[in-house]
């Protein structure tokens, strides 16, 4: 916020200040870098609404395209990291010899709307981050589990130690690795298309799924990564003490993941925008929306009928929990948001749960539809199916747990003085 950018009067600006925490800020994989930088033009407003977005290469570019001078930004240290350690994350500083040249993008003081434009589509990605390192953890430990022997198996008739993945616990970890990976990967693509889908489409079904997507993209951020940190720690956990161990391999995705809630904007900061800027639009027209399509999943899952019908039941729960949510935050939050926000992040855990249980019951629902029409894939198209169930039976169950958190609003959370949080 304290960068400048100077006019230079022929269309190009000059800026000076310091930047931390720019990933791969600089790098030797690329012939040049282009930074996106936010500064303050002499006389602008205060605060947010007086930052203006620029371009700043690392080199010019001359007329024909070709390298010119380097410009006058610099990598004036690197982050040491808990992980991500193939990610340079950088110290920039701009204009210590005479100011590094930056060009305009959009208009004058609108660089932080400029900005989003950016943010949209990388919180999703850092959302797809937490799908992509959650398979990497959950394909190592499903190959360990087959090949570490310990204990013998319940009921079994060998008296020789078994691999792991015969004991109900490690399969359990498991399969809330593998539904919850399938349910992310299906929320973050249909978030993305609905990106696709409002641009590709015009009028009023352009503006439906314009909506869609900017409902999704928090709890695309958030949940999924926030379920990544849960399944990479899993992961350590079906390793037993090798998981400890560097060696494995699998320590690593617990690193790496646990930046994922942290950038592009803290899951803190993805629930508030959720719960105060989401859900209000259309005084909840557009979640309910969402609410609708998943009710219509109930209804399709309970015409099938058997053993999807206790998926069914387990979603309708879900659905209810998000519905007693919104209208206690309608209620007590329109008068008072901090009520409401005292509550944002248990209501983004809650309204992913739900939405990926409702995405779990459509991979099973397409694959039912598969067998019956007499699929031979049998083996990959019933494990969509017991993802579904587990999904419903293990992990929907806890969106009724995230609501009373929901629903406490910011009175417990003020009796807690600062003083009696420091008192032991
Ligand atoms: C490895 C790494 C790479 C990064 N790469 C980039 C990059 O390329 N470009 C870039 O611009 N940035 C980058 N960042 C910065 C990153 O986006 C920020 O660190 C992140 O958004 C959190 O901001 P902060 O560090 O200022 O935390 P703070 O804002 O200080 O937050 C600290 C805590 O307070 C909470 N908090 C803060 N404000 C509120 C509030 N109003 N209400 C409730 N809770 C609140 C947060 O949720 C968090 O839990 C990177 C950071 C790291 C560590």
Not at 149 to 155: D, K, S, W
Request: a negative charge.
């Amino acid at each position: 916020m304290r960068t400048k950018a100077e006019p230079q009067g022929d269309g190009t600006y000059k800026i000076f200040g310091q930047k931390i925490f720019i990933s791969f800020g600089e790098h030797d994989m690329a012939d040049n870098i282009v930074h996106l930088v936010l500064a303050r033009l002499p006389g602008a407003p205060a605060g947010t609404r007086g930052i203006s977005l620029f371009l700043v290469p690392k080199f010019m570019v001359n007329e024909d395209g070709s390298l010119g001078e380097r410009n006058d930004v610099t990598c004036v240290s690197i982050e040491h990291k808990m992980g991500i350690h193939a990610s340079p994350t950088c110290v920039l500083s701009y204009g210590d010899n005479g100011g590094a040249i930056g060009f305009l993008v959009g208009e004058e003081h609108q660089g932080l709307r400029a900005m989003f434009t950016m943010m949209n589509s990388a919180r999703i990605a850092v959302g797809v981050q937490g799908v992509a390192i959650s398979d990497a953890a959950y394909q190592k430990a499903l190959d360990y589990a087959q090949e570490r022997r310990q204990g013998r198996e319940i009921g079994g008739a060998s008296h020789e130690p078994a691999p792991i993945i015969v004991h109900p616990d490690v399969r359990r970890m498991l399969l809330s690795m593998r539904s919850q990976i399938e349910a992310m990967r299906a929320l973050a693509l249909y978030n993305a298309a609905a990106i696709d889908l409002s641009r590709a489409l015009e009028g009023d079904e352009a503006e439906q799924w314009r909506e869609t997507a900017e409902l999704l993209t928090p709890i695309t951020k958030g949940w999924c990564t926030d379920v990544g940190v849960e399944i990479t720690s899993t992961a350590v956990q079906v390793f037993g003490g090798m998981g400890f161990i560097e060696e494995s391999g699998v320590a690593q995705h617990f690193r790496d993941m646990r930046i994922a809630p942290i950038y592009e904007g803290t899951n803190g900061i993805q629930a508030m925008d959720l719960v105060g800027r989401k859900l209000p639009v259309r005084m909840g027209g557009v979640m309910g929306d969402h609410l609708a399509k998943i009710k219509a999943t109930v209804d399709e899952l309970n015409a099938v009928g058997g053993e999807l019908g206790a998926v069914a039941a387990s979603l309708a729960d879900g659905v209810a929990a998000v519905e007693t949510a919104n209208a206690w935050i309608f209620e007590h939050g329109l008068a008072d948001p901090k009520q409401a926000i005292a509550g944002a992040t248990p209501y983004l855990g809650l309204l992913g749960t739900v939405t990926g249980g409702w995405f779990s019951a459509r991979l099973a629902l397409a694959a039912h539809a598969e067998l019956a029409a007499g699929s031979d894939d049998v083996e990959y198209l019933r494990a969509k199916i017991v993802n579904a169930r587990f999904y419903a039976t293990h992990l929907l169950p806890r969106a009724a747990g995230y609501l009373p958190g929901v629903t406490a609003g910011s009175a417990l959370l003020d009796e807690a003085t600062v003083e009696g949080l420091a008192s032991v």
